[in-house]
């Protein structure tokens, strides 16, 4: 670093929200140069030419991530300081990133005032290494004086390593709470039925949707997506949820347009800050005579399909949210008679493959696809085909005035394993869920699908249940696709309390050897190898409400577990340990 021009940033991260607030927060600091690159070789690439005192990087990114960049400049780079940013669900590997000798992570999306924070520590500690250097250097002329300067350089050292230590435990991890937020069961509507698609572009997206029963007669139904896609895009559907919900006490049913530009009204000076934008469109449906009215703030046009002839399109009645202080919306009116279809959806499936269907060609398929599920599931395929890499998220929403049974599928893309993530793989793709059942005082539990650490209480408190009403424990595997570290120290924690009452099936050869990795001997001494058949009529397990100070508490306990069957556990595992014993104490 130059003193005389300042020092020069490098922000990798293939979402360009996250990078222009990492830049905004670094140029306020009065740098030489902040340098932006959007993948780990690009990246690679600066760091062979420049010379760069700070990088903040993402963890998961294309071509190459984040910890692969860490180890090659660590052998061709090592000059650079090192901050991660780092979601919950990537927590591990922003763990390992400090152990590599990254400086400190930031938890996504990150705050402009905490950047700027971990930044200054890190040019701190930068002088600190310089002057450490100069004293060393002078250690031959004044031995005296280089005893009182190296004491008083390991003073500012540990008042800084404690600075640090109290801003990591300060730091909000962000969790994976996306999926939480979209609504779990298709409301009961007599002569009514919802089909839904949701898919992310990645592990998180920006799109929502909802549908409501405002009171006896009358069904509110939303879709809205936030500029972008990723992280900073799922942020801006929270913030996005979280002000709609505020609307559901107001006493009164709102019409649509008062709805948005009451939601304009709270969103505006937040999105006009970071040039955001969400668009929406929200209709307010009687049940009873099938008459609508719907508000569009800069959506796509809604299909309204009806057998008497072409399907009509309902357009835009305002401006996006976020973008104007005050501005006025009109609504459509319409009405849905039996059999009457009416589709809403987000701009992703337009804009996918060079395959992607159009508005019309959406309105063919209502017109010619009596399945719901298999119209929206073939509008999906059609414009993801062909694309392998980065897409927008997308979002289907048909609601049909007939008989049947609705249905939300809202089904978690794939996605690369971290290399210090324990997961299992299996074909099938299931939604993740966990189901129950008993027979003759023999309880089950089916492990099903992804299952992450959003199923880990109610994992544990089914078994504790089932386990109080029956004489044996069964847990099946045979459906398990994924299994993250907070699951894998659950089930540990169930196995050794009731080591005389549970029994594993169905665990393959993957699983298996994830158990033998983490030494779990306990859960591998109850796996047996032929499967008991399971009840018939399995039930799914709701997901257990948990405060974030409950769901860092079942984190931290799962993985005390873990970190506790060995030495190379508890290497793995302590940092996470630790953190969470801070974050927690910090609440308190």
């Known amino acids: 670093m130059d003193p005389s021009s300042g020092p020069v940033f490098l922000v990798v ?16 600091l009065n740098p030489a140069e902040v340098l932006e690159e959007e993948d780990g070789l690009a990246a690679r690439d600066v760091l062979r030419e420049r010379s760069v005192d700070v990088v903040v990087t993402d963890v998961v990114m294309p071509k190459l991530d984040g910890l692969a960049l860490m180890k090659w400049a660590q052998e061709h780079r090592p000059g650079p300081l090192w901050i991660v940013l780092s979601g919950l669900d990537t927590f591990d590997a922003a763990v390992e990133a400090l152990q590599l000798g990254a400086f400190d ?33 002078e250690l031959e002329e004044r031995n005296v004086q280089l005893a009182q300067n190296v004491e008083q350089l390991q003073q500012v050292c540990r008042v800084l390593e404690s600075q640090a230590a109290v801003i990591q435990a300060d730091l909000e991890r962000a969790e994976t709470i996306q999926r939480a937020l979209l609504p779990q069961d298709p409301p009961a509507i ?66 649509p347009r008062e709805v948005l ?36 703030a800069g959506h796509p046009p809604c299909l309204l399909g009806s057998d008497n002839g072409a399907p009509r399109k309902l357009e835009r009645t305002g401006p996006a949210l976020g973008l104007e202080a005050d501005p006025l919306y009109a609504q459509h009116t319409f009405r849905l008679e ?17 395959d992607s269907p159009g508005t019309d060609d959406l309105a063919a398929g209502m017109a010619t696809v009596t399945d719901r599920a ?17 897409r927008d998220d997308i979002t289907l929403l048909l609601i049909q005035r007939c008989d049947g049974v609705s249905h939300f599928d809202d089904k978690a893309p794939p996605r690369q394993r971290q290399a210090d993530e324990p997961v299992s793989y299996a074909p099938g793709g299931a939604t993740p869920c966990l189901e129950r059942g008993a027979v003759e005082r023999h309880g089950f539990i089916a492990v099903v699908g992804a299952v992450t650490w959003l199923y880990s209480q109610a994992l544990l408190d089914t078994a504790n249940t089932l386990l109080a009403a029956n004489d044996r424990l069964t847990l099946d595997l045979a459906r398990c696709e994924r299994l993250d570290s907070t ?44 499967a008991r058949p399971l009840p018939e009529n399995m039930a799914l397990i709701d997901g257990a409400s948990l405060s974030p100070q409950q769901q860092g508490a079942r984190i931290l306990s799962a993985h005390e577990a873990l970190a506790g069957l060995s030495e190379e556990n508890r290497t793995q595992f302590q940092g996470v340990v630790d953190s969470l014993r801070s974050d927690l104490a910090g609440k308190d």
């Open 338 to 354: 039996a059999g009457d279809r009416l589709m809403l959806y987000t701009d992703g499936i337009l804009e996918g493959g060079p």
């Open 261 to 296: 530009q009451r939601l304009n009204h709270r969103l505006y000076d937040m999105l006009s800050a970071s040039g955001a934008f969400i668009t929406a469109a929200y209709i307010l449906l009687d049940l009873r005579t099938g008459e609508g009215r719907i508000a569009l």
């Open 13 to 28: 991260d293939d979402d360009p929200m996250v990078r222009k607030i990492v830049t905004r927060g670094l140029r306020q």
């Open 105 to 137: 992570y930031l938890a996504k999306p990150p705050q402009v005032p905490r950047v700027r924070v971990a930044v200054r520590n890190a040019l701190d500690q930068i002088e600190l290494v310089r002057e450490r250097k100069r004293l060393y250097a």
């Open 374 to 390: 298999k119209l929206l599931g073939g509008l999906f395929e059609r414009a993801t085909r062909g694309v392998s890499g980065d």
């Open 190 to 255: 007599p002569g009514w039925c919802i089909e839904t698609l949701y898919r992310p572009g990645s592990r998180v997206g920006g799109d929502f949707y909802d549908a409501v029963v405002l009171d006896e007669g009358h069904l509110g139904l939303v879709i809205a997506d936030a500029a972008g896609h990723g992280v900073a895009a799922a942020m801006l559907s929270v913030l996005f949820k979280l002000r709609l919900k505020q609307f559901g006490s107001t006493g009164r049913t709102l019409e």
């Open 487 to 530: 699951c894998l120290g659950t089930l540990h924690e169930i196995v050794t309390a009731n080591p005389d009452a549970l029994e594993l099936q169905g665990v393959s050869g993957a699983v298996r050897g994830l158990f033998e990795e983490l030494s779990m001997r306990a859960v591998l001494a109850h796996i047996r190898q032929d």
